[in-house]
Nanobody
Framework: QVQLVESGGGLVQAGGSLRLSCAAS????????MAWFRQAPGKEREFVAA????????YFTEAVKGRFTISRDSAKNTVNLQMNSLKPEDTAVYYC??????????????????WGQGTQVTVSS
């Protein structure tokens, strides 16, 4: 199992950018699909983006396509979420997740066995 710690959240105005990072420890990072989920107040946790073990395959929820990118750095054991053109509806706690499986379809939260503690992203209008 991989241990995950997120960073990079904060307060930004609409139209601005933030970069979230997830530092992973443990020997299974290189064999884990990684993802970002988010949970807004009063709402269920929802999928945002995922990346395969090799970084070749990525998935995004429709609401962030064209604005967010996901990447991973195997040398540093990190996964990053670059968020551009942020909107107030992007406000949420963002969670990093990992799971030792091959990413071949749009994942769900149930696919992931490791979770970070979350980082708050607030977008003001």
């Amino acid at each position: 199992q991989v241990q995950l710690v997120e960073s990079g959240g904060g307060l930004v105005q609409a139209g601005g950018s933030l970069r979230l990072s997830c530092a992973a420890s443990g020997r299974t990072f290189s064999t884990s699909a990684m993802a970002w989920f988010r949970q807004a107040p009063g709402k269920e946790r929802e999928f945002v983006a995922a990346i395969s073990r090799t970084g070749i395959i990525t998935y995004f929820t429709e609401a962030v396509k064209g604005r967010f990118t996901i990447s991973r750095d195997s040398a540093k054991n990190t996964v990053n979420l670059q968020m551009n053109s942020l909107k107030p509806e992007d406000t949420a706690v963002y969670y990093c997740a990992g799971g030792p499986f091959q990413l071949l379809r749009l994942p769900t939260a149930a696919d992931f066995s490791s979770w970070g503690q979350g980082t708050q992203v607030t977008v003001s209008s």
